[in-house]
């Protein structure tokens, strides 16, 4: 799965931003999909990841109850809405299958900043 992340950008403590993830391909709809970021100095983790069907999330504690993931598998697209957002959410986003092993490849990510 290939895919395209945007919808980063520079905010406030306390905004929202809605993170996308375009996927092409015809197999978008088999995968489980996850959100993960890289702050700086700081190995990549896992934010949330989502069942192939939807029905099924999970989060990670720092992000439990501010962020919601979800997708469409109609329009092969992943969205992240990340609310209450802190200056330790700075960091790049990106999207991939769940888990994303050694030999995934990764998009550009999409760069968020949180400022205080």
């Known amino acids: 799965v290939q895919v395209v992340e945007s919808g980063g950008g520079s905010v406030q403590a306390g905004s929202s931003l809605r993170l996308s993830c375009a996927a092409s391909?015809?197999?978008?709809?088999?995968?489980?999909m996850g959100w993960y970021r890289q702050a700086p100095g700081k190995q990549r983790e896992v934010v949330a990841d989502?069942?192939?069907?939807?029905?099924?999330?999970n989060y990670a504690e720092a992000v439990l109850g501010r962020f919601t993931i979800s997708r469409d598998n109609a329009k092969n697209t992943m969205y992240l809405q990340m609310g209450s957002l802190k200056p330790e959410d700075t960091a790049v986003y990106y999207c991939?299958?769940?888990?994303?092993?050694?030999?995934?490849?990764w998009g550009q990510g999409t760069q968020v900043t949180v400022s205080s």
């Open positions: 989502i069942s192939p069907d939807g029905d099924f999330v």
């Open positions: 991939n299958i769940y888990p994303a092993g050694p030999y995934n490849d």
């Open positions: 391909g015809s197999t978008f709809g088999l995968w489980r």
